[in-house]
């Protein structure tokens, strides 16, 4: 389907999110909003951190913030205001490093301007985080070097892009071997017909560009990643007749998904793992995902794919990782477990989670009330 050129979607795209909103309430749909989970509470302590204006000038939808971080090199795209960056901030600690990059000139100067607030707020002799004002789909013209970071996130931003193939190429460039690329962005339910892509309020308002969620299989895989780890997802309503009638049946969801950069080593095995407990935040139990959740000390049976994820990734030292008896090897790299199902369809997910809690409380985790 054609799509307005590339450079007339940034431009509109800057304009929406500089000059038109002006506080998150601004927004006239509900995809930054998210199904209401309690957050941990060092998470809402460095939240408490962060500078109101930051926040107020915040845009995302839910909070992107993935475990094990200490002492972690983060890259995040898409960074407007910079909440997310000055929370990691505090959670890399004053040993790791926090880049957000942003092509909203107006946004890079709001999180900016309190870099030296955020370092004497949280006890820094030195900032460790910095800003860029650049496109996430050209790192490298931004001065990002291959292989330079631990872990990228975003928190629905790519769908704001005209090319995600290329977001995605230039995230995993930028990841080391073993690092993960953990982000928040909106899927249609659909490839999205002409009328909904080139429409501007559906653009700024992050539904216009999103992916068919089968796409970002696809792409992710193409691009070097092991397949999308699906983490969680809430439905997105539109609330505005005008916007609705042009939507029409298309659906949409904010989700949660997680991507690894994992090297070919050979034969990859069905493993037993054993969580060791003890990340921050999450001492007695990990929720890797929307298929594994890991108990501190239970032995638990995963397919070569999340082996190796486990095995290359950061995660590696918080495991025990055995060969699961009498089970002959997989080819090399991420091949997916076929003979097992696992929840892939970010819209299969949320019927699932309506069915046990049919009225999900939702919170805006844009605004100064939603995460604090």
Known sequence: MAVPAGEQIHREVQDYYGKELQKSEDLQTNACVTVGRPLPT?????????????????????????ECLETCRVLDLGSGSGRDCYTLSKLVGEKGHVTGIDMTSAQVEVAKKHIDYHTKKLGYQLPNVDFIHGYMEKLGEAGLKDKSYDIVISNCAINLSPDKRAVLQEACRVLKAGGEMYFSDVYASCELPEDIRKHRVLWGECLGGALWWKDLYRIAEEVGFCPPRLVTASRITVNNKELENVVGDCRF???????????????????????????????KELE?????????????????????????????????????????????????????????????????????????KLVDCCGPKGCH
Do not use: M, W
């Not at 997680?258 to 060791?276: D, E, H, M, S, T």
């Not at 890991?294 to 590696?316: N, P, Y």
């Not at 090897?329 to 369809?345: F, N, Q, T, V, Y």
């Open 42 to 66: 060092f998470v809402r302590e460095a939240l408490k951190c962060v500078h109101e204006d930051v926040v107020s000038r915040y845009y995302g939808c839910g909070l992107v913030i993935p």
């Open 253 to 283: 969801v904010s989700a949660t998904f997680r991507l690894f950069k994992v090297p070919k080593k050979g034969p990859a095995l069905r493993c037993q793992v054993i969580y060791n407990g003890g990340i921050t935040g999450h001492e």
């Open 288 to 360: 890797f995902d929307a298929n594994f959740t890991f108990k501190e000390g239970d032995v638990v049976e995963v397919d070569a794919e999340t082996a190796a994820i486990l095995q290359s990734s950061r995660f590696a030292e918080e495991f025990l990782i055995r060969p699961a008896a009498g089970k002959a090897s997989a080819p090399a790299g991420c091949c997916r477990a076929k003979a097992e199902e696992k929840i892939l369809d970010p819209f299969q997910l949320v019927e699932l989670l309506e069915a046990k809690d049919p009225a999900p």
